[in-house]
């Protein structure tokens, strides 16, 4: 079973429909991220969490929300969705790992359309 | 802040000759630095890190690192490309003590050819 756990996998939504992504993990890590990819852009950090009562923005938060609902749980909303948030959305979580420098594991991604 | 830049967006090798993948960092402090791999409709995957312990790191996949902080390079390579290696790769930065916030470069995509 994936350890990092993402639904839906693909989704097409119309201009102002509200949608959340929602990310599992089994891996018991206390941070999660997510992160949107566009071809030529690379990845973004859209916010990051690294307990359930620490949520952060990332470098690109406007027009996103998420809630952290557990450990083990973090979503992601679009209130408002607009066309240029047609993207590839990954969540990510990490661990220290015994030589340091956090490790990030991804999950499969959702392909996010918006129309 | 940190920064990454990876130099050429598209890559092509023929099978059995030589990969090499660049990566520049800007860090005001000890980097650690990353690179993933991701395969078409997958996620990224870990293919290697460096934290420190040894400049010359080695990953999955035959694949292999190099920290030079004179240079600020992290250039990937792998001796003998093979069919299967074909995907992006993105080399990431990230500080010490930083939180572990990734930044991400923009991403290269490798391509084997016969």
């Known amino acids: ?11 097409i ?16 890590h206390d941070r999660m991220y997510w992160y949107r ?7 973004r950090l859209i916010y990051y969490s690294f307990d359930v009562k620490d949520i952060n ?12 609902q557990a450990q083990a749980k973090f979503s992601l909303s679009l209130e408002s969705a607009i066309p240029n948030q047609t993207a590839l959305y990954f969540c990510a979580t990490s661990d220290p790992g015994l030589a340091g420098g956090y490790t990030q594991y991804f999950g499969p991604g959702t392909r996010l359309t918006v129309l | 802040a940190q920064s990454v830049t990876q130099l050429g967006s598209h890559v092509s090798v023929s099978e059995g000759a030589l990969v090499l993948l660049r990566c520049n960092y800007s860090s005001s402090v000890p980097p650690y630095l990353f690179w993933y791999v991701q395969y078409p409709n997958q996620g990224l995957q870990l293919l290697l890190k460096y934290t420190s312990a040894a400049t010359l790191v080695k990953g ?3 694949f292999e690192a190099e920290f030079k ?7 990937l390579t792998k001796p003998s490309a093979h069919m299967s290696d074909a995907a992006e790769y993105f080399c990431a930065v990230s500080l010490t003590g930083g939180g572990n916030k990734l930044t991400f470069g923009t991403g290269t995509q ?3 050819e016969l």
Do not use: W
């Not at chain 1, 923005?57 to 952290?68: A, L, M, N």
């Open chain 2, 60 to 62: 999955i996949n035959g």
């Open chain 1, 1 to 11: 079973d994936a350890d990092v756990t993402q639904t839906p996998r693909n989704r």
């Open chain 2, 110 to 112: 490798l391509k084997v």
């Open chain 2, 69 to 75: 902080k004179s240079e600020t390079s992290f250039h």
């Open chain 1, 37 to 43: 990819q566009d071809p030529g852009l690379g990845l």
């Open chain 1, 13 to 28: 939504t119309k201009t102002g429909k509200r949608i959340m992504l929602e990310c599992s993990q089994t891996k018991g």
């Open chain 1, 57 to 68: 923005k990332g470098e690109i938060s406007d027009g996103y929300s998420v809630s952290r």
